[in-house]
């Protein structure tokens, strides 16, 4: 009895700690002069479920910019007949980051990289799991964009992080985090470990768009972070989600705005 007591406790004071809750930060507001830029220009960008949410984030910035003329199209090629365009698909399949990274490859040989001036994918935060491994997955990355690179040195290829899980919330989440069995806290540990391997390969480097400090980073620049296995681990913050991973209506504006204004720097 005294033992279930003392972890209670321990829950309970635990829970303060939990949550990363903070003012509700604001996205920032994408410029009309931002938005031209990107008009004139032809993007890729290869996705699943969180690139949806980014995607709506997009269109809603759009529609409070009436007077801007940026073309969003869903398809797998880039028609130099259309003009410029914001050109998005779905590539692979969710749980297998592999094949997404071979689907970007073969859609980008298959045409995009002839006429993209930029283009890009992301990994989705359940194409990691507790037993990633993480290195095997960083080398083809690596290897890939390095490839695609030298074969298309006109298209600017962006190097973007992999998305983050919120921490669950109450008693119950805690208590697996205490007693080491909860494996969505070590799925993040291995996308922070891949995170990191890419900030440390693209340090520096212009086209690195930094997805997962973004969902951590508080305005004030307080991080939202776990500790998983003895390590402080970024986690994405809750007021960004309503299940946990997928963005919500904040979430996905403080990301869409973001990005626009990272694609409207980039050459």
């Known amino acids: 009895m005294r033992l279930f007591t003392g972890l209670a406790l321990v829950v309970l004071v635990s829970l303060g700690s939990v949550g990363c809750t903070r003012q509700q930060p604001l996205a920032e507001e994408v410029s009309p002069v931002e938005l ?13 479920s969180v690139g949806w949410n980014i995607i709506q984030g997009i ?3 759009l529609k409070a910019q009436p007077t801007v003329t940026l073309t969003i199209r869903q398809a797998e090629r880039i028609d130099a007949t259309q003009g410029p365009a914001f050109v998005h698909a779905e590539i692979g399949q969710n749980y297998d980051p592999l094949s997404k990274l071979q689907a970007f490859e073969r859609l980008v040989r298959a045409g995009i990289g002839d006429r993209a001036q930029i283009a890009f994918f992301k990994f989705c935060y359940v194409d990691f799991d507790k037993n990633t491994d993480v290195d095997q997955l960083f080398t083809a990355y690596q290897q890939t964009m390095a490839d695609l690179s030298q074969a298309y040195p006109q298209t600017t290829f962006v ?13 119950k989440a805690l208590l697996k985090r205490l007693l080491g069995r909860n494996d969505e806290a070590l799925a993040n540990l291995k996308r922070h470990q891949f995170n990191e391997r890419l900030r440390r390969a693209y340090a520096g480097n212009a086209a690195l768009f930094d997805l997962a400090a973004l969902e951590a980073t508080y305005p004030d620049g307080t991080l939202c972070t776990v500790t998983v296995a003895n390590q402080t681990v970024p986690c994405l913050i809750v007021e960004y989600t309503d299940d ?7 979430g996905r504006q403080v990301v869409a705005a973001q990005l ?8």
């Open 260 to 267: 626009l204004k990272f694609l409207a720097k980039l050459d």
């Open 36 to 48: 031209n830029s990107l008009a004139q220009k032809s993007i890729f960008f290869g996705h699943q």
């Open 244 to 250: 946990g991973g997928h963005l919500n209506g904040l």
């Open 59 to 61: 269109e809603e910035t």
């Open 159 to 171: 190097y973007v992080t992999a998305p983050l899980m919120a921490p669950e919330q109450g008693a």
